[in-house]
Structure formats: structure tokens, C-alpha cells
């Protein structure tokens, strides 16, 4: 799902974001096989009870104006109706700071 999240986020107007591997838990019991695979740094921490899965955390910070535009774009990249589809938090950002440019707000969001 990576690479269609990337095309449809440029796709979309947001070319800037972070993601990361992470490890976390929901329901399932998960593929230990694959996870171990995942990250060689995270292995150490992957145990065979609880499990925890391997998967891809993106951050994506937007002005409020284009939120819902972009809660709708992952929602309809990612969904598939399976377990794992991932969640979205929406998060109040109390400012930030573009340091090359000294460009603050949204300003620094483009």
C-alpha cells in the first residue's frame, strides 16, 4: 500500500510527509515470520507473545483547510476492509517553524 499512499499524496498536493517502520498491536495475532523481516533494528524487539506487527507509521501535517481533503484521500488509498488497514489521528499542531527560511504557520506547509 506504500507506494499508492506516496502517488496519491503528491497526487493529492502533499509531497511533504515523514513515515517510519514501527511496530505496534491491534487484534490480530499477525505473521511473526514477516515482521522479523521487516526492520533488522526492530527484531529484538519482536516477541512471540504478544505479537507485535510490523507496519508504517505517516505523519502528514496540513493546514485545517485541507484536512478533510486529506483524511478522504488516505481513507480511500488504504482501505481494503481488512484487519490492518491502519488508523488516521487528527492532531491539533500549535505551530511550526520552517528554520532555513524562518517561514512560520502554514506557510511552512507547502
Sequence with gaps: MMP???????????????????LGRGSGSG???KAKNF??????Y????????SKRMITLVVSDEKKD???????????TGNSGDGK?????VSGSYQIR??????????
Design 4 to 22: 499508492e499512499t506516496k502517488r496519491s499524496l503528491e497526487d493529492a498536493g502533499f509531497p511533504s510527509f515523514s513515515a517510519m517502520p514501527v
Design 31 to 33: 505473521d511473526l515470520e
Design 39 to 44: 526492520d533488522p533494528v526492530l527484531r529484538e
Design 46 to 53: 519482536i516477541s512471540e507473545v504478544p505479537r507485535l506487527k
Design 69 to 79: 481533503m486529506a483524511v478522504d484521500m488516505l481513507l480511500k488509498v488504504n482501505s
Design 88 to 92: 488516521i489521528f487528527v492532531v491539533d
Design 101 to 110: 527560511t524562518g517561514a512560520t504557520g502554514d506557510a511552512t506547509l507547502d
